[in-house]
């Protein structure tokens, strides 16, 4: 009996083995680096984390592209700089005639029109749909209606009803039809034909238009200072024309069956085959070779694409890693070589490390994003309890009563300026921030007594949502503890599990809640928009006419010193004034690249382009200074550690050494 | 015996039938936007239009629609990854499991089995002792501590595995040791307690006294009746191990299946959530019932009831 079951564990121990064993193992690629959780998704249109823009500015390539080290936009598909109409509402893109898809069909303005149609189409857009409706003639007007009627077509009742409420919508095609009699299904069928007719006739007026296969010209609403940024986003990026042959067709019509112009969405996966479809075909230098679920993707350069002499490595392989413990420990044994993100219950001693000048391929930049909460501005029947954060002096007071310094040095630990702004300042190029208010617990005590409450007096009890985890927790902890010694408040945590949490503040079920913003492009506006009157990210409900006003100035605004003018004096209202948010820090990031790699800029957006890195692993690293990662050059941001003049000290050592 | 077996499956259909309307519940009554991307708001429209689009707007018409794909085995898409479908992320992740779960079940019988009878036979002797220290450690030790520390010697200090991932030969004994360890201590005391009340039994007396050597009265004898709570325990135990650990998998960046457990329900993605647990569900009622067939062979007692 026990011989059997010894002879069979052993017999299947060894099958098993002999079964792996003929598993082909992974070639190793030229350039290896690994990304918290995995790929989420590659549709450009559906974008929002950050490792996917990532990947997707290298996959794809834009009418312009970022400059690596400084992000000003530069030549992309389309020659560089477009021809613009003087009142600076017209951009006429001319593409590279020898601009390529991966499988070798010429990229055409056709292209640029389907992709961008798709991000504002309301089966597709996602975050980033304001890129287009927000600067692009007749765009908004153009996905309101569509998201109003694909509302309507969804509704429930009988088919009369629905066209009645189509009718409503003001189509003249339908106002026709809808007197005549006819079985329900017919009339389904006949709404569906008219929205579908009347969707196209509507997107003719959209202002994006392909003049003939290589021109593409894009009429704006309003001049835009950052437009040619906003064209090298991963966004508004093209799409090869093969993605039509996964499309969902109703009865024939280009939309399916609510109304929704959507796409099967396997199309982004290389190996997806169905309908004629042979898998993801992109523009940019890379393609992707393989891309397995959480697990890894491999990139390979683009044979067809225009600038390929500039390519350096051949191969990018990106890990998705499950524990970040295992993948510290993975680069440090030289598994991979670079890791974008370490964000670890250890991260400080990591910063420590970096700050020190102990281990030199850590870096610590800091970003264009900021941390901070958001009081709900809204009244008492909003919340349905009582909210003292109405009144703007109870935000002021509240503000003034925390110590940022101490909480960022004690608690956060890592390398974060304390901020006093909304926008992280010095960041922008040409905007100056307005003066920031720091720790004042006396005039916020004044503040609060003013407001009726003296000494927390009559104050209900503060409700702090926040989701748990990333040290979120911890610094609540000492905001409660600060509000209750400085204003005498009392303080309730609800820490809340990240869906929760993303429920409970869209429905302003709160008193103060945690927030964060990542620039989208390099100017304030990205930050400011999110405070304006019915702004979809205004979680505060917070609404100043006078602040809406300077931001439609401003947006009118052609001079661009006096534009920046007018938002600093935007900002200044946030910040000195109304408080409709309470800016705790600005984040850094936490990143090592192995010293043998060159090209990655520590930019403060974190975009890295593949195209410029270089590995230089054969030749001894202490001799050659300029093969490190250039942690100083070509960043016009501050970093992390070190002051502007050791900076300037080190680079011309550097150049030095060079010589 | 047929009746027996269509009875017991039968009654697995059932249980499944059940897990899956309680599951449904749960997750349809869940809070939260199982479509919330990232900290950014959705217009309300757009969240309109993907509800009608995934049924969430008609949660009966999604409990049947999901029901009965997932009978062709199509447990259609993720909410979460929406270029994935349930099935491939299953058929990508279920054979990784699989194949490690087996083997950390292997060595888990292979080394808990003998241990727990040698422990047994020499009770209270040295060997017994450090077994039981051992399996207490097994038991009590969290994988992520085993785990993390078998990475740091074997991987780390001495250099001779890989730090993680799959696809290599290399790549398997050290997440199947870490996953077998909780298993191999249980099946050791298992074996022990087994071994330790059949040994003061009559037949034991008899086979002894009769002459036959003490191996083969303990090998040949002893042990098949000892055998079979640990029988019992295997099948709930494979169940488990071959479907994934997400410690594990975490600690040994292994794309198995055990994450996509804890994942799935995070991210709110109800149609990976319902495949998971269905999935698990399923194994875990099959290997009740090959354990059960499997003491139908082992135990004449059974066999002849039957």
Same mark, same amino acid.
């Given at each position: 009996?026990?011989?059997?079951?010894?002879?069979?564990?052993?017999?299947?121990?060894?099958?098993?083995?002999?079964?792996?064993?003929?598993?082909?193992?992974?070639?190793?690629?030229?350039?290896?680096?690994?990304?918290?959780?995995?790929?989420?998704?590659?549709?450009?249109?559906?974008?929002?984390?950050?490792?996917?823009?990532?990947?997707?500015?290298?996959?794809?390539?834009g009418?312009?592209?970022?400059?690596?080290?400084?992000l000003?936009?530069?030549?992309?598909?389309?020659?560089?700089?477009?021809?613009?109409?003087?009142?600076?509402?017209?951009?006429?893109?001319?593409?590279?005639?020898?601009?390529?898809?991966?499988?070798?069909?010429?990229?055409?303005?056709?292209?640029?029109?389907?992709?961008?149609?798709?991000?504002?189409?309301?089966?597709?857009?996602?975050?980033?749909?304001?890129?287009?409706?927000?600067?692009v003639?007749?765009?908004?007007?153009?996905?309101?209606?569509?998201?109003?009627?694909?509302?309507?077509?969804?509704?429930?009742?009988?088919?009369?009803?629905?066209?009645a409420?189509?009718?409503?919508?003001?189509?003249?095609?339908?106002?026709?039809?809808?007197?005549?009699?006819?079985?329900?299904?017919?009339?389904?069928?006949?709404?569906?034909?008219?929205?579908?007719?009347?969707?196209?006739?509507?997107?003719?007026?959209?202002? +994006?238009?392909?003049?003939?296969?290589l021109? =593409?010209?894009?009429? @704006?609403?309003?001049?835009? %200072? &950052?437009?040619?940024? $906003? /064209?090298?986003?991963?966004?508004?990026?093209?799409?090869?024309?093969?993605?039509?042959?996964l499309?969902?067709?109703?009865?024939?019509?280009?939309?399916?069956?609510?109304?929704?112009?959507?796409y099967?969405?396997?199309?982004?996966?290389?190996?997806?085959h169905?309908?004629?479809?042979?898998?993801?075909?992109?523009?940019g230098?890379?393609?992707?070779?393989?891309?397995?679920?959480?697990?890894?993707?491999?990139?390979?350069?683009?044979?067809?694409?225009?600038?390929?002499?500039?390519?350096?490595?051949?191969?990018?392989?990106?890990?998705?890693?499950?524990?970040?413990?295992?993948? +510290?420990?993975g680069?440090?044994?030289?598994? =991979?070589?670079?890791? @974008?993100?370490?964000?670890? %219950? &250890?991260?400080?001693? $990591? /910063?420590?490390?970096?700050?020190?000048?102990?281990r030199?391929?850590?870096?610590?930049?800091?970003?264009?994003?900021?941390?901070?909460?958001?009081?709900?501005?809204?009244?008492?029947?909003?919340?349905?309890?009582?909210?003292?954060?109405?009144?703007?002096?109870?935000?002021?007071?509240?503000?003034?009563?925390?110590?940022?310094?101490?909480?960022?040095?004690?608690?956060?630990?890592?390398?974060?300026?304390?901020?006093n702004?909304?926008?992280?300042?010095?960041?922008?190029?040409?905007?100056?921030?307005?003066?920031?208010?720091?720790?004042?617990?006396?005039?916020?005590?004044?503040l609060?007594?003013?407001?009726?409450?003296?000494?927390?007096?009559?104050?209900?009890p503060?409700?702090?949502? &926040?989701?748990?985890?990333?040290?979120?927790?911890?610094?609540?902890?000492?905001?409660?503890?600060?509000?209750?010694?400085?204003?005498?408040?009392?303080?309730?945590?609800?820490?809340?599990?990240?869906?929760?949490?993303?429920?409970?503040?869209?429905?302003?079920n709160?008193?103060?809640?945690?927030?964060?913003?990542?620039?989208?492009?390099?100017?304030?506006?990205?930050?400011?928009?999110?405070?304006?009157?019915?702004?979809?990210?205004?979680?505060?409900?917070?609404?100043?006419?006078?602040?809406?006003?300077?931001?439609?100035?401003?947006?009118?605004?052609?001079?661009?010193?006096?534009?920046?003018?007018?938002?600093?004096?935007?900002?200044?209202?946030?910040?000195?004034?109304?408080?409709?948010?309470?800016?705790?820090?600005?984040?850094?990031?936490?990143?090592?690249?192995?010293?043998?790699?060159?090209?990655?800029?520590?930019?403060?957006?974190?975009?890295?382009?593949?195209?410029?890195?270089?590995?230089?692993?054969e030749?001894?690293?202490?001799?050659?200074?300029?093969?490190?990662?250039?942690?100083?050059q070509?960043?016009?941001?501050?970093?992390?550690?070190?002051?502007?003049?050791?900076?300037?000290?080190?680079?011309?050592?550097?150049?030095?050494?060079?010589? | 015996?047929?009746?027996?077996?269509?009875?017991?499956?039968?009654?697995?259909?059932?249980?499944?039938?059940?897990?899956?309307?309680?599951?449904?519940?749960?997750?349809?009554?869940?809070?939260?936007?199982?479509?919330?991307?990232?900290?950014?708001?959705?217009?309300?429209?757009?969240?309109?239009?993907?509800?009608?689009?995934?049924?969430?707007?008609?949660?009966?018409?999604?409990?049947?629609?999901?029901?009965?794909?997932?009978?062709?085995?199509?447990?259609?898409?993720?909410?979460?990854?929406?270029?994935?479908?349930?099935?491939?992320?299953?058929?990508?992740?279920?054979?990784?499991?699989?194949?490690?779960?087996?083997?950390?079940?292997?060595?888990?019988?292979?080394?808990?089995?003998?241990?727990?009878?040698?422990?047994?036979?020499?009770?209270?002797?040295?060997f017994?002792?450090?077994?039981?220290?051992?399996?207490?450690?097994?038991?009590?030790?969290?994988?992520?501590?085993?785990?993390?520390?078998l990475?740091?010697?074997?991987?780390?200090?001495?250099g001779?595995?890989?730090?993680?991932?799959?696809?290599?030969?290399?790549?398997?004994?050290?997440?199947?040791?870490?996953?077998?360890?909780?298993?191999?201590?249980?099946?050791?005391?298992?074996?022990r307690?087994?071994?330790?009340?059949?040994?003061?039994?009559?037949?034991?007396?008899?086979?002894?006294?009769?002459?036959?050597?003490p191996?083969?009265?303990?090998?040949?004898?002893?042990?098949?009746?000892?055998?079979?709570?640990?029988?019992?325990?295997?099948?709930?135990?494979?169940?488990?191990?071959?479907?994934?650990?997400?410690?594990?998998?975490?600690?040994?960046?292994?794309?198995?299946?055990?994450q996509?457990?804890?994942?799935?329900?995070?991210?709110?993605?109800?149609?990976?959530?319902?495949?998971?647990?269905?999935?698990?569900?399923?194994?875990?009622?099959?290997?009740?019932?090959?354990?059960?067939?499997?003491?139908?062979?082992?135990?004449?007692?059974?066999?002849?009831?039957?």
């Open positions: 009996m026990f011989r059997a079951l010894l002879v069979t564990c052993l017999t299947l121990l060894v099958a098993v083995a002999a079964w792996f064993s003929f598993g082909q193992p992974r070639p190793q690629a030229d350039f290896v680096y690994a990304n918290p959780a995995g790929i989420n998704t590659l549709d450009p249109a559906q974008l929002s984390w950050l490792q996917d823009i990532r990947v997707s500015l290298n996959i794809w390539e009418l312009t592209t970022y400059d690596p080290q400084t000003e936009p530069m030549e992309g598909v389309a020659n560089f700089p477009p021809e613009t109409t003087e009142d600076g509402l017209t951009y006429v893109f001319h593409l590279r005639p020898e601009a390529r898809w991966s499988n070798g069909d010429p990229v055409t303005s056709e292209d640029f029109v389907r992709a961008w149609r798709r991000v504002i189409e309301p089966g597709t857009a996602l975050d980033y749909a304001t890129f287009v409706t927000d600067f003639v007749g765009a908004k007007e153009y996905y309101d209606w569509r998201n109003q009627t694909v509302a309507m077509l969804a509704e429930g009742g009988d088919a009369d009803d629905r066209e409420n189509y009718v409503r919508t003001g189509s003249p095609r339908s106002q026709e039809r809808a007197g005549s009699p006819r079985s329900q299904a017919a009339s389904r069928a006949a709404v569906l034909r008219a929205h579908a007719d009347e969707t196209e006739r509507r997107w003719a007026e959209v202002g +994006i238009k392909a003049t003939d296969t021109t =593409l010209t894009v009429r @704006l609403r309003r001049p835009c %200072a &950052y437009f040619l940024s $906003l /064209t090298a986003f991963a966004t508004l990026v093209p799409i090869h024309e093969s993605i039509e042959l499309r969902e067709r109703h009865d024939g019509l280009p939309i399916n069956e609510q109304g929704l112009v959507v099967d969405p396997q199309w982004t996966k290389p190996d997806y169905a309908h004629g479809y042979r898998g993801l075909v992109t523009n230098p890379y393609f992707v070779k393989e891309w397995t679920f959480k697990d890894h993707m491999l990139l390979e350069a683009n044979p067809h694409y225009w600038d390929r002499a500039a390519l350096g490595v051949q191969t990018i392989d990106i890990i998705s890693y499950g524990d970040i413990n295992s993948t +510290i420990m680069y440090e044994q030289g598994d =991979l070589d670079c890791l @974008l993100d370490m964000t670890v %219950a &250890y991260d400080h001693e $990591l /910063t420590r490390l970096a700050q020190g000048g102990e030199e391929d850590f870096h610590v930049p800091i970003v264009l994003g900021s941390y901070f909460y958001n009081y709900n501005c809204r009244d008492a029947e909003v919340l349905g309890r009582k909210n003292p954060f109405v009144d703007a002096r109870v935000r002021k007071a509240f503000s003034l009563a925390i110590d940022k310094k101490l909480l960022v040095e004690n608690v956060v630990r890592n390398a974060n300026p304390p901020s702004h909304l926008i992280p300042p010095g960041m922008i190029p040409g905007y100056s921030s307005p003066a920031g208010l720091d720790f004042d617990p006396a005039e916020a005590r004044r609060l007594s003013e407001a009726g409450y003296p000494g927390g007096a009559g104050l209900p503060i409700e702090v949502l &926040y989701n748990t985890g990333f040290k979120h927790d911890r610094v609540c902890q000492v905001l409660a503890r600060m509000w209750e010694q400085h204003l005498g408040a009392r303080v309730e945590l609800r820490g809340k599990e990240t869906k929760t949490f993303a429920d409970d503040k869209q429905k302003h709160f008193m103060i809640a945690r927030a964060a913003w990542y620039a989208d492009y390099v100017d304030p506006t990205t930050f400011l928009d999110i405070c304006v009157t019915g702004n979809g990210n205004n979680d505060s409900g917070y609404s100043n006419p006078a602040y809406d006003e300077l931001l439609r100035h401003a947006s009118r605004e052609n001079d661009a010193v006096r534009r920046m003018e007018l938002l600093s004096r935007a900002e200044a209202i946030l910040i000195q004034e109304d408080f409709p948010n309470l800016p705790i820090y600005t984040y850094t990031n936490l990143m090592a690249i192995k010293p043998y790699v060159s090209g990655i800029y520590l930019n403060p957006r974190l975009h890295v382009s593949f195209k410029h890195i270089r590995i230089q692993k030749l001894p690293i202490a001799d050659l200074p300029w093969t490190r990662p250039h942690r100083v070509g960043c016009r941001f501050p970093i992390g550690a070190g002051s502007e003049s050791e900076i300037g000290n080190r680079q011309s050592e550097i150049a030095l050494q060079v010589r | 015996m047929t009746v027996r077996l269509l009875k017991r499956l039968f009654a697995g259909l059932l249980t499944l039938l059940c897990i899956y309307a309680l599951t449904f519940l749960l997750v349809i009554n869940t809070p939260g936007n199982p479509f919330q991307m990232s900290d950014r708001n959705m217009p309300a429209e757009v969240i309109a239009a993907l509800n009608a689009r995934y049924h969430m707007d008609q949660p009966w018409r999604y409990f049947y629609e999901y029901l009965a794909g997932a009978i062709r085995l199509d447990f259609g898409p993720s909410f979460q990854h929406k270029e994935w479908t349930c099935g491939q992320i299953l058929a990508q992740a279920l054979p990784v499991s699989i194949v490690l779960g087996f083997l950390a079940m292997l060595i888990a019988v292979l080394v808990g089995v003998p241990a727990g009878v040698i422990s047994a036979v020499r009770r209270n002797g040295w017994d002792v450090t077994t039981l220290g051992l399996v207490l450690i097994g038991i009590s030790l969290p994988t992520f501590v085993t785990g993390s520390v990475l740091l010697t074997f991987a780390v200090w001495l001779i595995a890989p730090i993680g991932g799959w696809g290599r030969m290399a790549h398997l004994p050290l997440p199947a040791l870490a996953l077998s360890l909780p298993f191999m201590a249980y099946i050791t005391r298992l074996t307690v087994g071994m330790l009340d059949v040994l003061s039994s009559d037949f034991v007396r008899t086979g002894l006294a009769k002459g036959l050597t191996r083969r009265v303990i090998w040949t004898h002893a042990f098949k009746v000892a055998f079979l709570p640990v029988l019992s325990y295997l099948g709930p135990a494979s169940a488990q191990a071959m479907t994934g650990s997400f410690v594990v998998e975490k600690v040994f960046s292994v794309p198995g299946l055990g996509h457990f804890v994942d799935s329900a995070l991210n709110l993605d109800r149609g990976m959530i319902l495949s998971t647990v269905l999935v698990f569900a399923a194994i875990l009622i099959a290997f009740n019932l090959a354990v059960d067939l499997l003491y139908a062979v082992v135990d004449p007692r059974i066999r002849e009831a039957a």
